[in-house]
C-alpha cells in the first residue's frame, strides 16, 4: 500500500513549513518534486533547498509535469491535465516498494489546488498535512485582518470575477489563480487592493492602495517579475470599504 502525503510548504519561505510538515518530510520514504518546465526552476530549487535543511541524504525523485492544453474547453483541459499528471505521479513510484510518498504543496493542499483532485485519481491512500497558505501570508505582509468586522469573506479566482463581476453579500473578496489581473475588469471607484506576489520569498512584491491608482501599478510591477522569473505566484484582496 502507497501512503501519499500532501503538505504544505507555505509560499516560497523554507521556514514555512510546519513542524508537523517536517517530521512528515523525514519520516518518509520518497519525496516527489514535481518540474514545471522552461522558467521555473525556481519552483523545484526550492523544494530542493527544503530538503536540504530538514531531509538532507533522502529519497528524492523529480517528476516532469505536462502542460494542460489551451485547445480544449476549461473543465475538459483540466480533467485532461489531471489525468496525464496522476500519470506522471504514478510513473515516478514503484508500487511494489509501497511505503510512504511525500510531495511538497505550494501554499495549502486545501486552498486552489489541484493536488487532493490528481491524488483521488491513484487509488493511494491520502493524508494532508497542512502549512501556511497564500491568503495567510498576503494577510500577515500587509498586517492586515482578512475580514472587516463582523462580515465574511469569498474565495474566488481571476476567471469567475472576469465572468460574474464582484459577488453579491460580501464586503471583501480574495482572489486567486489570476494570470490577467482581472480586477481591471471591475468599476475602480470605491474599491481598495491589497496585492502580493512571490510571497515570502526574497522576490516577495507588494502593493496596496485605491484600486484606481494602484491597479495600473500592479499590472506593471507583475508584468516586470514575470518577464524577469518566468513565472508568477499572486494573489490579493478587495474590498468595498476604505479601512482595513
Known amino acids: 500500500m502507497i501512503e501519499l502525503v500532501l503538505i504544505g510548504a507555505g509560499t516560497g519561505h523554507p521556514d514555512h513549513l510546519t513542524l508537523q510538515g517536517v517530521r512528515a518530510l523525514q519520516e518518509a520514504d520518497l519525496v516527489l518534486i514535481p518540474r514545471k518546465g ?3 526552476e525556481d519552483l523545484a530549487h526550492l523544494r530542493h533547498a527544503m530538503l536540504a535543511r530538514h ?11 505536462p502542460e494542460r492544453s489551451r485547445d480544449m474547453p476549461y473543465l475538459q483541459g483540466v480533467e ?23 510531495m511538497l504543496v505550494w501554499g495549502d493542499p486545501s486552498l486552489y ?50 465572468e460574474q463581476g464582484w459577488p ?7 482572489v486567486m489563480l489570476d494570470g490577467d489581473c482581472a480586477f481591471r475588469t471591475l468599476p475602480p471607484q470605491g474599491l481598495t487592493i491589497w496585492w502580493g506576489a512571490y510571497l ?5 512584491r ?16 507583475r508584468a516586470e517579475a514575470r518577464a524577469a ?16
Open 168 to 174: 453579491r453579500g460580501c464586503d471583501r473578496i480574495v
Open 206 to 221: 507588494l502593493d496596496h492602495g485605491p484600486l484606481a491608482e494602484a491597479g495600473p501599478r500592479i499590472e506593471a510591477v
Open 229 to 244: 522569473h518566468g513565472w508568477i505566484m499572486d494573489c490579493y484582496l478587495l474590498a468595498l470599504a476604505d479601512q482595513p
Open 80 to 102: 485532461a491535465w489531471h489525468d496525464a499528471v496522476a500519470a506522471a505521479w504514478a510513473a515516478a513510484v514503484d508500487p511494489r516498494q509501497g511505503g510512504t510518498v511525500a
Open 113 to 162: 489546488d489541484s493536488s487532493l483532485r490528481i491524488a483521488a485519481r491513484l487509488g493511494w491512500r491520502t493524508r494532508v498535512v497542512p502549512g501556511i497558505t497564500a491568503i495567510q501570508a498576503l494577510c500577515a505582509a500587509h498586517t492586515i485582518p482578512l475580514n472587516s468586522l463582523a462580515n465574511e469573506v469569498r474565495v474566488t479566482t481571476g476567471r469567475r470575477l472576469r
Open 38 to 40: 522552461a522558467g521555473k
Open 55 to 65: 531531509r538532507p541524504g533522502g529519497a528524492v525523485v523529480e517528476v516532469d509535469l
Open 200 to 204: 515570502g520569498m526574497a522576490e516577495q
